[in-house]
């Protein structure tokens, strides 16, 4: 079974910056593409980034600029450095990684706070 673990998440104000992490059970060059997600109380999970094994990232429009995500194979963990954080950033963010487009897997969340 596949595990994630997600960690980094916190309480910081408005402006500041946090970096998540999500460390895989196995190698990470097996994902076909690795990816954080946020759901906010009251709102649907959203896709924030993702990264395909050939390096290739995409964005929600709402945190282009601001957030980057990567990789490290040979850690096995993918990073979501978040910048000029807002409270609107505010939720539980989860790590997601694809072994085919048929197999998923989730990590528990990590719990991120903007104050104002």
């Known amino acids: 079974q596949v595990q994630l673990v997600e960690s980094g998440g916190g309480l910081v104000q408005a402006g500041g910056s946090l970096r998540l992490s999500c460390a895989a059970s196995i190698s990470t060059s097996r994902f076909t593409a690795m990816a954080w997600y946020r759901q906010a109380p009251g709102k649907q999970r959203e896709l924030v980034a993702a990264i395909n094994s050939g390096g290739a990232t995409n964005y929600a429009d709402s945190v282009k600029g601001r957030f980057t995500i990567s990789r490290d194979n040979a850690k096995n963990t993918v990073h979501l450095q978040m910048n000029s954080l807002k409270p609107e950033d505010t939720a539980v963010y989860y790590c997601?990684?694809?072994?085919?487009?048929?197999?998923?897997?989730w990590g528990q969340g990590t719990q991120v706070t903007v104050s104002s």
């Open positions: 997601n990684a694809e072994v085919s487009i048929w197999t998923g897997y």
